[in-house]
């Protein structure tokens, strides 16, 4: 089953606005990865939010975590053409006692479209 | 480097053959990883390995087997393809990390089961 839900599906913006995504997820997390991916091409890692953080910036990205409400949403300012792909959240379990090795949930991605 | 590279990249097969998908990585990652990709949805695990050696299921094992011989190497198996397994299967590695394991992803193989 999918941990994550994310919302919208999908988004259509003009070059220059932001574009916001966001993931809610069901059981408790070490951490939140956003992946993105272009059409017909693997995922490339974009930032990681570890459950202990709150907020995570890296260029024209930011990352929130709220816990309490399992959700997450990543916000991307200024957005070009290029950025049109699909988002993906995956979050990685936190295991009591013991190690995720890695492994990560995803949830069904959000189809971002850029227009210049 | 090459990073993480899958052969091949498209396959067609009919129902009943089999197939090995070859997942190659030159990053010395411990962890590895197969997922596939069906439309309108993210990632599923189907099975990943942890070291040479060493394989586990995921979440969507019934159908493939795999195989780590070598580290660098992870293959996933059908041994008698369905429709249903019409998909696009991703292989990905990473490095232990306390902090959190980002995961690396090939472009991909493309197989359809007729």
Request: overall charge positive.
């Amino acid at each position: 089953s999918q941990q994550g839900e994310e919302d919208p599906q999908a988004l259509s913006i003009q070059e220059g606005e932001n574009a916001t995504m966001n993931c809610s997820y069901k059981t408790s997390i070490n951490n939140l990865q956003w992946y993105r991916q272009n059409s017909g091409r693997g995922l490339v890692h974009l930032i990681l939010i570890r459950s202990n953080e709150r907020e995570k910036h890296s260029g024209r990205l930011r990352v929130t975590l709220d816990t309490s409400k399992k959700s997450s949403s990543l916000l991307i300012t200024a957005s070009r053409a290029a950025d049109t792909a699909s988002y993906f959240c995956a979050t990685e379990p936190g295991e009591a006692g013991g190690t995720s090795y890695g492994k990560l949930t995803f949830g069904q991605g959000t189809i971002l479209t850029v227009h210049p | 480097n090459a990073g993480v590279t899958q052969t091949p990249k498209f396959r067609v097969l009919k129902t009943g053959q089999s197939m090995t998908l070859l997942c190659a990585q030159d990053m010395n990652h411990e962890y590895m990883y197969w997922y596939r990709q069906d439309p309108g949805m993210g990632l599923r695990l189907i099975h990943y390995s942890v070291g040479e050696g060493t394989t586990a299921k995921g979440e969507v094992p019934d159908g493939y087997n795999v195989s780590r011989l070598k580290k660098q190497n992870f293959l996933l198996g059908l041994e008698s393809a369905a429709p249903s397994q019409t998909s696009v299967y991703f292989c990905a590695s990473s490095y232990p990390s306390y902090i959190g394991n980002e995961q690396f992803f090939g472009p991909g193989t493309r197989l359809t089961v007729l």
